[in-house]
């Protein structure tokens, strides 16, 4: 099984830029589709972005596609989320999960691996 770590989160200022790394370890990383999901407080864990195996075949929710970009380095194992023009709304934690297949890849129960999160706060 796959272990996930995420890193990068962080206090920022509206319209900032963020990048998060996510870490893979224990298992064949380029074996599996990555995602990144999202959860305020209050709310259910919402669907961020995914990345296949090839790094050219991605999927970004509406809500933050044009300001953020998932992609992946096989060689080291990582996946990324380069978030820019943040909002106040973009305020979650952000977890990091894999799969090494999926339906559709929008819905957290898809996936078997997570991370433990890493919180990013964006201030108006």
């Known amino acids: 099984q796959v272990q996930l770590v995420e890193s990068g989160g962080g206090l920022v200022q509206a319209g900032d830029s963020l990048r998060l790394s996510c870490a893979a370890s224990?298992?064949?990383?380029?074996?599996?589709?990555m995602a990144w999901f999202r959860q305020a407080p209050g709310k259910e864990r919402e669907f961020v972005a995914l990345?296949?195996?090839?790094?050219?075949?991605?999927y970004t929710a509406d809500s933050v596609k044009g300001r953020f970009t998932i992609s992946r380095d096989n060689t080291k194992n990582t996946v990324y989320l380069q978030m820019n023009s943040l909002k106040p709304e973009d305020t979650a934690v952000y977890y990091c999960?894999?799969?090494?297949?999926?339906?559709?890849?929008?819905?957290?129960?898809?996936?078997?691996?997570w991370g433990q999160g890493t919180q990013v706060t964006v201030s108006s």
């Open positions: 999960a894999a799969t090494p297949t999926v339906v559709i890849g929008v819905h957290p129960n898809e996936y078997g691996a």
């Open positions: 224990g298992g064949t990383f380029s074996s599996y589709i």
């Open positions: 990345i296949r195996r090839s790094s050219t075949n991605t």
